[in-house]
Structures are given as C-alpha cells and as structure tokens.
C-alpha cells in the first residue's frame, strides 16, 4: 500500500483546501504525488485553529492506543535516539542509497570508513540536501523528481508545503553528529508568483512588512521564521506546535544573495558564489545543483566563509559533543566526547599568535616564539650553470598541506610545560633546539626556518622539524624544555579523507587524474580552466577551487585573528580565542609538516638529479631549465613512473603542477636588485611568453 504523508485539510474533517497541508502518496518510482481533493466549503481562521486542536488530540491519542510503528513515515522521521556514554548506540537512520548515474552526485554523503557511519541501501535517496523551486505556465517546477511541489501557488501554500516533512536534509556522518537543515533555492519567477519582492527591502519599514507578511503566513500552518529577514532565513515548526510535525528547513532567496546588510552580505557570499551561472548572475537551479554535489563531496552544507566549513566539516566527521542519558533522571544532555578539542584560551607563550597578549609580552622581552610558517621568499644566488640556461620553470605543489594532514599527529589536548624532556617524534608539541651547528645542504633552503636562511641562535619548533632535523641531518635531540600536548592524535584524518577525496573528484571531471603520463598532465593542465559551454566542468572548477580554499581557511582558522572583521583585542579575545577552534599550535605543526615535506621531496631530487631551485615562495619552487617545461626535473625509475619522494607531476596532494616559465634573462634583473622572481611569476604562461594585465588578475586569483 502507497504511504501517505500526514495532511488533510486543517479547517475541515480530512478534505484538503490549497493553502494548507496536504497528503502525499510514494510512487513507485520514489517519488512523491499530491492526493488533492477540493474542499467543498470556505474555512475561516477560527475553524482552522479548531481543526488543528481536534487533529492534535487525535493523534495524541492515537499513539496512546496503538504500538509505535516498525518505521517512521518520511513526513515524520524517526528522532534519533541520543547514544549513551558507555553504552553501545542505537543505529542512526540509514542513508536511503546514492542516486541513479543520470543524476550527476546529489546522493548522500560519500561513507568514510574512518567514521562511525550508517550503511547505505540501493536505489535513490530518500533525501536530498538541496532543491530549486521555479513557476513555469504549468506550475511548480522543481529540478529534483523526488521532491514533490506545492499543491497550491500562494504563500500559505507554500509555507503548508515546507511544513509537510519534505524528503530535504543535510544527513549526519557521524553517530555522533547532526544532520543539518534541506536547503529551498527560489527562482526570481518563484519569488513572483509568492507577491515577493524581486530584491531585498533596503529600508526597516519595508523589511517590516515583509516579515510580517511572511510571519503572518507561516503561522497560518504552524510555522515560524528567523528573526531577521536577508537572502536567507529558517523556516520552523518547533516540536508539539499545531500544524504538523516537527521541521526545518533553510531558505535560499536566489535573487537576493549580495544584497542586504554588511553582516548579510558577508555571511552569504560563498551562496552568491555558488550561485553563480555563465554570465555571473545568481541562478537557483546552479546553486542547487552545486550545492548536493558539495554535500555529496563533503557531507555538509557550505558554512558563511570557507575557514568555518572547514570547522564544520571537522565538527561533523570528529564530533565534539555526543548525547548522554543520565541514569537516574533519564534527562539527555551533550557532554564532550573523550579526546575532544577543550574550548577556552589555552595558548602558550611561545605559540599564542601574533596578536595574543602573550605574544607580545615575549616579543617585549625580546625572547622567542614560535615561527613555523611556510617558506616565503628565500632565494639564492645563480650558479654559473643555472645563469646559462635560458628558463626559470615555475613549479607549484599540489595541496601541500592536505598531503601531511592525514596521519600527522597533533596536539589534542593543552600543551604542558616540560623540562628535559626525553625526545619522542610521537608526541605533537613545541621543542626548544638549537640548529645553528647542524650543516644543510647548502643550494637548499634551511628546512627549519620560513626564510630559508641559517637559524642564529635557538628557537621553538614543532615536532615534525624536530624530527627531520635528528633523522635527516643527524641532529643530537638533547632538548632542555618543551611544551608538549597532554593528548596526542591524528586529528585531521577523516576530516583529510573526505577533503582529499572531493579534491581529487573535482578535478577528475576536469581531465586531472592520478597516475597521468607527465607530458599529458601537463597538457590537460593547462586547459583544465576552459569550461565555457559545460555546466559540468564550471561545476567542477568551482568546487575544486572551493575545496583548496576549505582545507587552507581552516589552517588559518587555528590562528585567526582578522583585525578587520574584530578590531577590539579585547572581544577578538572573548569571541574568538576562547573558541575551540583556535589553537595557534595546531597550525603550527601543520605548516612545518607541509615545510618539511617539500623540503624533502626538494633534497632527493636534488641527490639524484645535482637539481636544486634556486628560490622558493610557500609552494612555488623556482628551477633553472633548458627548455620551458618541468619535465627534466622529474626523476623516472625503470618502471617509467616517477620516483617516489622526488618532485613529480600530477594533481593528487603533494605533487607538482607547471605555472608558469619565465625568460632567465628577466630573473637575473630581478635578483641583481634583491628582487625575488616570486614578483614575476605570473607575467609570463607556461611557455614562456608575456601574458597580458587581465590574464595576470586572473592568474593571480586562482
């Protein structure tokens, strides 16, 4: 038998009347079919409040009488139940199954095995985290099948729409996690058929009204919206309400994204990215489209700012809360999981951010803090056989730091204070070493400083330098004092896994793949952002840029301190270091990994190539060729593959892409005036001839 969604007509006894909510049966097919019947006479206000009671009590007493049901119907999903501490969960809601090939990745999030997930079944999915809602001479039109329209074409219709229990969620990945708000995109021409505005009111008056018209609207239903009105907003019935069940759902006003207030604007523009179509204007059916195919990627909705769907993400493969039953009480509450990041200001002296208090202090006494960044702008002089050669080939690493971040480990808990501590490379922390006696390899940048020059005295470093120092050059670990984490783990592994894995996807769909001979890589690169005409790779452009911008803004993330968006140091300190999120240590140990890794990849090819680069800026590494392409650096084994530690091209993290190659001629002016190339290096394309300004800007923001 059909399933039918709860409904009936709420002003008379189980007729149904547009505007109010309405039954839905389940096709065969998967999707949903309004089971509509007129209703024969008009309903007032008051009636409709009785008719809403009466249908409340009824089913109240309903559950009562009857035994609960095997399963929930989808207009009424199963609560979850909260898992115990030490008790083995209940299983989570299954995922409904992935989508048909024809649908291009709005399924369900991808499972990682590292992560406490739910099995998936076959077919489509009973969910979908996004749709578009456009009007079309037929009517509603909605670029999901499954996802049934509203009965009706005015605004309590609609609202009596979003209040069915539509099939829209963000599923959890984790047991321990949430599942996040379905998200509704509306059309221009959607917003017209509801009598809303085209653009956001610019005026408190207007946006009164508006409010309260949709206000007015939504509680027709049960129903009620966030406070304030933007180009989004939440669309709720709390649980008990009248009017249906519990739901949420999170409106896109297509139209609107860019516009409203500084704080909308801000908080939106990922959206208005999205959103983005060939000719650069918001489109609905875009963003929608986008937005399942980031869900299915990474398993959430886009945050405000690429930094905090990084945290997002983190929060939703690594929980840090879960639900507890007290014992006694029965009472559910949210308590931090075992090993979870504490919130509050835990920072230390030597790494609390350049702008923490502490910091300052040390930088006062004129003491030393950490300084773990990446390279930037070390250069070294030409020898007489690179000035000869007639290019300078520009080669950039590949995701540095998301090929470190898997199995890294890091430090969870505070770091404590210690003195003579015996040296163990298992335990993320800070170290106090002195390098200055330790012999490098001398066309190499120092591997333990940013600029690449001879440390001058002793300093703090994180535990992967510290490392690379005692195994690679030999480095006597006689550490007089560290701050060393009281809980050290691999923290970023699922949050990498899943990351890496969308990355890789992404550029896939670009013609970048694993494993690619050089010479096609290469060539496959260098068009890789032609996408003119193909929805699907502007999708995939898109995305993969997206992706590079989550995993880098959430490096930063550890550290934040924007004095643009918190200028006081006073509040900086109260919203922001007190936060979990910002552990400057974390960040730290990050970029000596990814520092570390280039440098290694640099020296053994170095020792089997007599190669070196002569300048080297974050992830680009400059080299002397005789022809305008990296291919004469690449170290191949028997097998034709590339050696592994050595620089080698592809896409996956770590490896290597061609920038740009630059005439020797232009890099010798640059460095006879204590310039470094970095200035040049995108001035000129990959075969080695001036590029114009508009090029150059674009260039410059990829």
């Not at 940013?450 to 535990?463: D, L, Q, R, V």
């Not at 783990?489 to 996807?505: I, Q, S």
Request: aromatic content about 8%; overall charge neutral.
């Amino acid at each position: 038998m059909a399933e039918v969604r709860l409904g009936g007509c709420v002003g008379c006894a189980g007729s149904i009347r547009p505007g109010f909510i309405y039954p839905y049966e389940e096709q065969p097919d998967g999707s949903w079919k309004s089971v509509e019947k007129r209703c024969p006479e008009g309903c007032t206000a008051q009636s409709r409040q009785e008719a809403i009671a009466r249908q409340q009590r009824a089913r109240v007493a309903q559950e009562q009488e009857s035994p609960a049901p095997a399963a929930p119907t989808p207009a009424e999903p199963a609560a979850v139940e909260p898992m115990r501490h030490a008790a083995s969960p209940n299983p989570a809601p299954a995922y409904r199954g992935r989508p048909s090939p024809a649908d291009n990745r709005h399924a369900a999030p991808r499972r990682d095995p590292a992560t406490r997930t739910t099995p998936a079944t076959a077919g489509t999915p009973r969910r979908w985290p996004a749709v578009a809602l456009d009007v079309t001479d037929e009517g509603w039109a909605l670029d999901i099948d499954q996802v049934p329209p509203p009965a009706g074409m005015k605004l309590t219709d609609w609202f009596g729409w979003l209040g069915t229990g539509l099939p829209l969620r963000v599923e959890r990945i984790h047991a321990a996690g949430r599942a996040g708000d379905g998200i509704v995109c509306l059309t221009s021409a959607a917003l017209k058929k509801l009598g809303l505005p085209a653009a956001l009111p610019a005026t408190d008056k207007a946006l009164a009204q508006l409010h309260k018209k949709l206000s007015t609207a939504a509680a027709s239903v049960g129903m009620e919206l966030s406070d304030e009105i933007g180009p989004t907003i939440h669309v709720f019935r709390r649980k008990g309400s009248a009017g249906g069940p519990k739901t949420s759902v999170r409106i896109l006003f297509t139209p609107w994204l860019g516009q409203g207030t500084d704080k909308q604007k801000a908080t939106n523009q990922l959206a208005l990215e999205m959103a983005a179509n060939d000719h650069g204007q918001p489109d609905a059916p875009v963003l929608a489209r986008r937005i399942r195919a980031f869900v299915a990627d990474l398993g959430i909705a886009p945050g405000s700012t690429h930094a905090t769907t990084s945290m997002l993400l983190l929060d939703a493969v690594r929980p840090r809360e879960e639900a507890v039953q007290d014992d006694k009480t029965g009472e559910w509450s949210r308590q931090l999981r075992d090993g979870a990041l504490p919130s509050g200001d835990t920072a230390v002296p030597p790494a609390a951010g350049a702008r923490h208090p502490l910091t300052r202090e040390l930088t006062k006494k004129d003491e030393a803090v950490c300084q773990e960044e990446d390279f930037k702008y070390w250069a070294r002089p030409l020898t007489d056989g690179e000035a000869a050669l007639p290019y300078a080939v520009v080669i950039d690493a590949c995701a540095s730091y998301l090929s470190v971040t898997e199995t890294l480990p890091l430090p969870a808990g505070p770091l404590q204070y210690t003195s003579n501590p015996a040296w163990d490379p298992k335990t993320a922390g800070l170290w106090w070493c002195d390098f200055t006696a330790v012999e490098v390899d001398a066309l190499l940048p120092h591997p333990a400083t940013f600029h690449g020059a001879h440390p001058t005295g002793p300093g703090w470093y994180a535990t992967p330098t510290v490392t690379y120092m005692v195994n690679t050059y030999g480095y006597d670990p006689k550490i007089a004092a560290a701050y060393l984490s009281s809980h050290t783990v691999p923290l970023l592994k699922e949050w990498t896994g899943r990351l890496r894995t969308a990355y890789k996807r992404a550029y896939a769909d670009l013609g970048l793949t694993d494993g690619q001979d050089a010479q096609d890589f290469l060539d496959a690169y260098a068009v890789h952002k032609d996408t003119a005409g193909d929805p699907q790779r502007a999708d995939a452009a898109l995305l993969a840029s997206f992706y590079k911008s989550v995993y880098k803004g959430g490096i930063g993330k550890w550290t934040a301190s924007a004095r643009t968006s918190i200028p006081d140091d006073e509040v900086w300190l109260e919203k922001t270091v007190s936060k979990w999120s910002y552990r400057p240590e974390i960040r730290f140990t990050i970029i000596a990994a990814a520092r570390i890794a280039a440098h290694r990849r640099m020296r053994k090819t170095y020792q089997l190539t007599g190669r070196a680069p002569f300048a080297v800026n974050v992830d680009a590494s400059f080299y002397a060729t005789a022809e305008p392409t990296p291919l004469e650096l690449f170290v191949l084994g028997d097998n034709g593959k590339p050696v592994p530690g050595t620089l080698r091209p592809g896409i996956a993290p770590g490896s290597c892409k061609h920038e740009s190659s630059i005439p020797m001629k232009a890099v010798i002016t640059l460095l006879d005036n204590h310039e470094h190339p970095a200035r040049i290096a995108h001035d000129y394309d990959t075969a080695g001839q001036p590029v114009d300004a508009g090029e150059q800007q674009e260039e410059s923001t990829q």
